[in-house]
């Protein structure tokens, strides 16, 4: 059954793989199979403790994902073929292993999705908006700090040169990142599900406060030093730096949590 789902998929998985590879905006996928997987490993003994119960019912899932795949291949919908591959695996879980085996492997399973490209009608309805909220923010936030600005659309005027928050500068490869990192981050540092799913939730605004802080940065720079530094090296850099500011909120974050509603008291009720 390895061996035939391995032929199936092989060259969906290959595929998906190089996405990762080559495009930045998915990078993150590499790290969510290997996280999958050090949680089952983590769960082995609780998992050696339940029974096998295997169900018909999964043929259904199973059929259901094949059928999925099937679709997404003739209809060239990556993001549908890549899918069915969760809905298989789902399915020969329940099919071979039953239905407890399944919920206690539902969490790493439904993490798996986050190393699936979103399609890329569903991606562009999400950078343009972001990249207008951060030109917004940043035309707000710039003149209180002596920069005038006149923004059109997503770009920036500046007395030294027009800015442009490009698709590239939308904050999207750090919003997917940081969602990611912070699930592995309320997983490994916290046992509430309460508080995983509000680090979870977080992530979301601080990514899009993070990378407005970017762009504002970017806009000082280019006035007050070097339009140079618009671009390059230290643009990449710049952009790694605020990514850590973006993590060190989250820790904050967590750890305000943690003051404000202790685990202790948690067990007290």
């Not at 997983?187 to 979301?204: E, F, G, K, N, P």
């Not at 280019?222 to 790694?240: C, I, M, N, T």
């Amino acid at each position: 059954m390895a061996a035939l789902s391995l032929w199936l998929f092989g060259p969906t998985l290959v595929h998906l793989v190089s996405q990762w590879w080559q495009n930045p905006d998915f990078s993150h996928g590499f790290f969510v199979p290997l996280f999958s997987a050090f949680v089952i490993w983590q769960e082995r003994h609780r998992l050696a403790r339940i029974p096998l119960d295997p169900s018909w019912s999964g043929l259904v899932l199973l059929l259901f994902g094949l059928a999925v795949f099937v679709v997404g291949q003739l209809g060239a919908e990556l993001f549908l073929a890549r899918s069915s591959m969760l809905l298989v695996l789902a399915g020969l879980i329940v099919l071979f292993w039953g239905w407890n085996y399944f919920r206690a492997l539902l969490f790493p399973l439904a993490f798996l999705i986050l190393m699936i490209p979103i399609p890329t009608i569903v991606f562009n309805q999400i950078t343009f908006p972001l990249q207008l909220l951060d030109s917004q923010a940043a035309a707000v936030i710039l003149p209180w700090l002596g920069v005038p600005v006149f923004r059109e659309g997503n770009v920036i005027n500046l007395p030294a040169m027009p800015l442009n928050v490009a698709e590239a500068c939308s904050g999207i490869r750090s919003l997917m990142s940081l969602v990611t990192l912070a699930i592995i981050y309320g997983y490994l540092m916290d046992r509430r599900t309460s508080v995983r799913v509000v680090l979870a939730i977080a992530s979301v605004p601080i990514a899009v406060a993070a990378n407005s802080l970017r762009i504002i940065g970017t806009g000082l720079l280019v006035q007050y030093w070097d339009p140079d530094k618009a671009e390059g090296y230290f643009h990449a850099s710049w952009g790694l730096f605020i990514f850590l500011i973006a993590l060190v909120a989250m820790y904050l974050l967590h750890r305000a949590i943690c003051l404000i509603w202790p685990v202790e008291a948690e067990k007290a009720l």
